[in-house]
């Protein structure tokens, strides 16, 4: 039987902020505030930067139904990516960042951006229909010969 499809987590975090003891609560707010830090930091990363204590993060997931911050980490990545799918097609959004290495000089942000893919379900495969890289870096620089 399949499991019943939850409330995307952000919502369900703010749903449940007005009803989760003080300390949780702040824990709470730093996670909405800062959703995409908590699925590309460390638990510790976040505590640190939060002022809280790493296992005030497993007891927020556990207050709201998860195993554990791993598996509310995993469902605020997934909630990044898939922007939703109906009648078999998946709208689906992905940041992505180049970094531009040189061997004698400092390391640079090359290119910042995100990707719009929309996508089909055919037979036993996902294809794309449609896929834009969106670039949000101010400049571009003209030697862009590289695909993104």
Known sequence: MAEPSRASPL???RSALPSL???????GRFVAANDYDATT???????????????????????????GWEELRAALTEARALVGE???RVHA???????????????EVFNTGRYIDRIVREADALK????????DSELIPNSIIYPL
């Not at 794309?128 to 670039?135: I, M, N, P, R, S």
């Open 21 to 27: 003891p003080m300390r949780l609560r702040e824990v």
């Open 11 to 13: 919502s369900e975090l």
């Open 86 to 88: 109906q009648g078999g």
């Open 128 to 135: 794309f229909t449609e896929k834009l890289c969106v670039f």
């Open 41 to 67: 930091r460390s638990m510790r990363e976040l505590a640190s930067v939060a002022g809280a204590d790493p296992a005030s993060f497993t007891r927020l997931a556990k207050a709201l139904g998860y195993s």
């Open 93 to 107: 959004e992905a940041n992505y960042l180049v970094i531009r290495t040189k061997s004698k000089a400092l390391s």
